[in-house]
């Protein structure tokens, strides 16, 4: 069972320890694909809680299990577990707190993706019919460094 599929269950009771292996796992198989690197991170939301998981950020994404695996609250707060969660966990925080319906977010630094923080004055072009979200344009982050606060996210 996916962490997408536990996480639509409302009402169920899922125990955190599923979430954590959910997490875990996820960010192995990620980080074995070559999706994730030494900066990524998985997150997963809490259902009927203001609340997510997400891994400390010193962890090794290749060994990570559900003991590195922290509770945070939507001020980024540790809840649960020791340790520190990743300096951008305001990107996961901001996430949920916008967007109810979302239930897992990855954070990663793909190549391809970086290579776009490298270029200025680009438009970025739509290539395919399932890009019609963003047909009004898609959105982009003025400055590549990290987003580590609410403040450094475009209004």
């Known amino acids: 069972m996916s962490v997408t599929d536990i996480a639509s269950k409302k009402g169920q009771a899922v125990p955190n320890e599923q979430f954590a292996l959910d997490a875990a796992a996820t960010t192995r198989l990620l980080e074995a694909e070559g999706i994730l690197d030494y900066s990524g991170h998985v997150s997963v939301r809490i259902p009927d809680r203001d609340a997510f998981m997400i891994q400390i ?3 090794s994404r290749q060994e990570l299990t559900p003991a590195d695996v922290l509770v945070c609250d939507f001020d980024c707060k540790v809840l649960e577990g020791t340790g520190q969660p990743p300096s951008e966990t305001v990107i996961h925080s901001e996430i949920y707190k916008a967007r109810p319906d979302v ?8 190549d391809l993706a970086i290579a776009f923080t490298m270029m200025e004055g680009v438009k970025i072009e739509l290539m395919r019919a399932r890009a019609t979200r963003w047909k009004s344009g898609v959105p982009t982050h003025p400055d590549p460094s990290h987003i ?3 403040e450094h996210r475009p209004a």
Request: with cysteine; charged share 15%; glycine share 8%.
């Open 57 to 59: 950020g010193v962890t």
């Open 103 to 110: 239930n897992a977010v990855l954070h990663c630094h793909m």
């Open 148 to 150: 580590k606060l609410k």
